[in-house]
């Protein structure tokens, strides 16, 4: 990860970096995109953005009077945006605690850097208490009804029209982005798709088939759009934000608006292209098969979490979280 603290005007205050990959992810360029996204928020659009995607990575902002702090990491790290006003907080106390200018944190890097690393060390451990806590809260008996439910979807599914877009299409349709449809399917993040009518209700019958806990609740189609579906499709988008709990897709410009990247999920969106609807259907499940043997670990208490890998324990955390 890299966190910078800078001015408005994009001077570096301070920097803290921890990728251990040789690419090395310029400061300039980064305060350099601060700046300009400063400006062009004030003079155009109005607010200044919560993250973006900047090379291959997820930049996380936020703003505080005259300081921004910047948040650079891997699109399926554990950090987020919701960590930066934290860090700001520690950043300030040392300020206070040594009594120096903003202008002189250069040369309190190794003091300040303590502080951050303190910061992001509990930042994960209460991640883990948290996890760690909804899977001890887990209702078995719902969970066993959960597991049940992969015997039957399959039938339940693909029961009236059967009216489907292949995956090829689809990832036509949507050059970048797929994988966090995919992501949202799987951990029931709300998606709205809009555009032309016939496309969106398609696009939602074949994306029915990808839920591998629970048969979803769509509607292929409304003038207004209305809360309460897993899938909807609608031309009444205005006034949706998107984020990290809604996605949004715009089938018209082939353009995916929040949600989450995931390079498990790009993977699975590679694998699917080419495949058809039953086959889509039989590779998702075959991929997505320890999402059921972690509920099932979970049943008799051995914990199998404990085995899989950060990505996939932060996948399980959230489709627990939102079904718990």
């Given at each position: 990860?890299?966190?910078?603290?800078?001015?408005?005007?994009?001077?570096?205050?301070?920097?803290?970096?921890?990728?251990?990959?040789?690419?090395?992810?310029?400061?300039?360029?980064?305060?350099?995109?601060?700046?300009?996204?400063?400006?062009?928020?004030?003079?155009?659009?109005?607010?200044?953005?919560?993250?973006?995607?900047?090379?291959?990575?997820?930049?996380?902002?936020?703003?505080?009077?005259?300081?921004?702090?910047?948040?650079?990491?891997?699109?399926?790290?554990?950090?987020?945006?919701?960590?930066?006003?934290?860090?700001?907080?520690?950043?300030?106390?040392?300020?206070?605690?040594?009594?120096?200018?903003?202008?002189?944190?250069?040369?309190?890097?190794?003091?300040?850097?303590?502080?951050?690393?303190?910061?992001?060390?509990?930042?994960?451990?209460?991640?883990?208490?948290?996890?760690?806590?909804?899977?001890?809260?887990?209702?078995?008996q719902d969970y066993d009804?959960?597991?049940?439910?992969?015997?039957?979807?399959?039938?339940?599914?693909?029961?009236?029209?059967?009216?489907?877009?292949?995956?090829?299409?689809?990832?036509?349709?949507?050059?970048?982005?797929?994988?966090?449809?995919?992501?949202a399917v799987v951990v029931?993040?709300?998606?709205?798709?809009?555009?032309?009518?016939?496309?969106?209700?398609?696009?939602?019958?074949?994306?029915?088939?990808?839920?591998?806990?629970?048969?979803?609740?769509?509607?292929?189609?409304?003038?207004?759009?209305?809360?309460?579906?897993?899938?909807?499709?609608?031309?009444?988008?205005?006034?949706?934000?998107?984020?990290?709990?809604?996605?949004?897709?715009?089938?018209?410009?082939?353009?995916?608006?929040?949600?989450?990247?995931?390079?498990?999920?790009?993977?699975?969106?590679?694998?699917?292209?080419?495949?058809?609807?039953?086959?889509?259907?039989?590779?998702?499940?075959?991929?997505?098969?320890?999402?059921?043997?972690?509920?099932?670990?979970?049943?008799?208490?051995?914990?199998?979490?404990?085995?899989?890998?950060?990505?996939?324990?932060?996948?399980?955390?959230?489709?627990?979280?939102?079904?718990?």
């Open positions: 990860m890299k966190i910078l603290i800078t001015t408005r005007n994009g001077e570096l205050l301070y920097q803290y970096e921890s990728f251990s990959e040789k690419r090395i992810h310029d400061n300039a360029l980064v305060t350099g995109l601060i700046s300009a996204i400063v400006t062009l928020s004030s003079e155009v659009i109005c607010s200044f953005p919560r993250e973006i995607e900047f090379e291959g990575k997820i930049l996380y902002f936020y703003i505080e009077n005259e300081l921004i702090v910047a948040l650079l990491v891997d699109i399926d790290g554990p950090f987020d945006g919701s960590i930066l006003p934290i860090l700001l907080a520690e950043f300030k106390k040392v300020q206070q605690k040594l009594n120096f200018s903003i202008f002189q944190a250069i040369k309190f890097e190794k003091e300040i850097s303590v502080e951050i690393k303190a910061c992001l060390a509990e930042y994960l451990s209460n991640i883990q208490k948290n996890m760690i806590n909804i899977f001890e809260k887990t209702d078995l009804s959960l597991i049940k439910l992969k015997n039957v979807a399959k039938d339940r599914v693909l029961e009236g029209t059967k009216d489907f877009l292949s995956f090829e299409v689809i990832t036509r349709i949507l050059p970048e982005g797929f994988d966090k449809v995919l992501y029931g993040i709300p998606i709205v798709i809009n555009g032309n009518r016939n496309l969106v209700e398609s696009m939602i019958h074949s994306l029915r088939l990808l839920s591998p806990t629970k048969l979803l609740n769509i509607k292929l189609w409304s003038f207004k759009f209305e809360k309460g579906f897993d899938i909807i499709g609608t031309n009444d988008v205005k006034g949706l934000l998107p984020s990290n709990m809604l996605l949004v897709v715009n089938l018209d410009d082939g353009i995916v608006y929040g949600g989450r990247s995931s390079t498990y999920f790009e993977s699975i969106a590679s694998q699917l292209i080419g495949l058809d609807a039953l086959e889509a259907y039989s590779l998702l499940r075959t991929e997505l098969n320890w999402v059921f043997e972690a509920l099932e670990s979970l049943s008799i208490r051995t914990h199998s979490k404990d085995s899989l890998s950060l990505e996939k324990q932060m996948i399980l955390f959230e489709l627990l979280n939102r079904l718990h």
